[in-house]
């Protein structure tokens, strides 16, 4: 089985399929991870080759359980440097105004700590609020501590068209910009992609799954009255503006009727759409554990081919939206997509 790989930066390569760990943090669902076992789980995930994880300083517990699979994975001879890890920088919304250098610096040397490493892969910059000015001090910042070697590559996470122009115009080399992007939501082709190309960015992308709703699982079962965790909650309202429950289900069984004719599973499709897609360089699939690792491993060889295409164009050209730019919709003051976020998870 094929594992791709991307050169994000010269001499720098990460798997094509980055394991998300959002899924772990607390609160996330229902009942807390079995610690032993998702080590063990990220072990397998590693060794079969996908070896880049996707994390944030505000994900509660997974940045110093990463540190502890690190350590794991040095005492049992693992090349430290066969694995990468990509954190993130999320300012809580109530400490925007303000910011300073020195917050930042700690905030990255608490991920240096928990992680147990002495550079960061990677630090993606959130920003709830553009109406609080600041982003852009802060992305000079990381940038700096990039310069003093905390940090190897800084990237962004959920910023629009105008502002990640905003952002490289002050001269950030911004190697990656993750956003969301999956069949139901194809934000990013309104205007993303455009800019990311002709700026070198690599967009890393999340939601291929729509937090599971892409697959079997959900083909003809009814609409949940209540989503079981955080990426179902978040999902469910994505379904909605792509057109509501009914759609959705026709563009499943579209995507069950493509599987079966490669012999894979509807999520393989999905996922293989987005890692197609023009700029992306990168899908980050929510892993909780090495369960769907054979599927995910499919991934590498399947191929959606222009048959493929013209059924999933049939149910995408009665789609509704999402519109607008990447996370518009998630920054309406008061709105369904904003009132479900956390925005306060580093306290301070
Ligand atoms: N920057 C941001 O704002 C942001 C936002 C959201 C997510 N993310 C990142 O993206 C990652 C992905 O999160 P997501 O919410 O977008 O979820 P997702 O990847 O769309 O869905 C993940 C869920 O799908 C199921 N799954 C995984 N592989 C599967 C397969 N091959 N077949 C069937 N089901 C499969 C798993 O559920 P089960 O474990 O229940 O089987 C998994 O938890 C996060 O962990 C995080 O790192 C970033």
Redesign the pocket.
């Known amino acids: 089985m094929t594992v791709e790989r991307l050169e994000l930066a010269p001499g720098y390569s990460i798997s094509r399929v980055i394991n ?4 772990l943090s607390a609160g996330h669902q229902r009942t807390a991870p079995d610690e032993r076992q998702v080590v063990d789980g990220w072990r397998c995930l590693a060794e079969a080759g996908l070896t880049t994880f ?3 300083d505000i994900y509660s517990g997974v940045e110093a359980l990463l540190g502890r699979f690190l350590s794991e994975w040095r005492q049992g001879g693992g090349d430290p440097d066969a694995i990468q890890i990509h954190t ?1 920088y999320v300012p809580d919304l109530d400490h925007l105004a303000g910011l300073s250098r020195g917050q930042v610096e700690s905030i990255v040397d608490r991920s240096l700590a928990r992680l147990g490493v002495e550079r960061l892969d990677m630090v ?1 910059l ?1 920003w709830w609020d553009y109406t609080v000015p600041g982003y852009l001090d802060a992305a000079a910042w990381l940038e700096e501590l990039r310069q003093v070697g905390k940090i190897r590559l800084v990237g962004v ?2 910023f629009d068209v105008p502002r990640l122009g905003e952002i490289l115009d002050a001269g950030i080399p911004v190697a990656a910009h ?1 956003v ?1 992007y ?1 069949l139901l939501d194809r934000r990013p082709e309104h205007g993303m992609v455009e800019l990311s190309q002709e700026r070198g960015v690599h967009l890393l992308t ?7 709703f ?2 079997r ?1 959900w083909l003809g079962a009814g609409d949940p009255e209540e989503p079981g ?1 955080r ?1 179902l909650v ?2 469910r309202l994505i379904i909605e503006e792509f057109g509501g429950w009914e759609l959705f289900q026709e563009l499943l069984a579209r995507l069950d009727g493509i599987a079966e004719r490669h012999g894979v ?1 509807p ?2 499709v999905a ?1 293989r759409w987005v890692l197609d897609r023009l700029g992306v360089g990168g899908i ?6 090495a ?2 690792l054979e ?2 491993l499919r991934l590498g060889d399947v191929e959606v081919d222009d048959a493929d295409l013209e059924d999933l164009t049939a149910v995408l050209g009665r789609s509704l939206g999402p519109g607008g730019d990447t996370f518009g919709l998630e920054r309406i003051p008061g709105g369904a997509h904003s009132s479900i976020m956390w925005k306060n998870l580093n306290r301070g």
């Not at 998300?20 to 899924?23: A, D, L, M, S, Y």
């Open positions: 998300g760990c959002w899924q996707d994390c944030a993130k993606q959130a996470t959920n993750q969301q999956s999340y939601g291929a799954l729509a937090g599971g892409l697959s699982r965790n990426s978040k999902y599973s999520s393989t996922a980050i699939v929510g892993a909780r554990n369960e769907h599927e995910n």
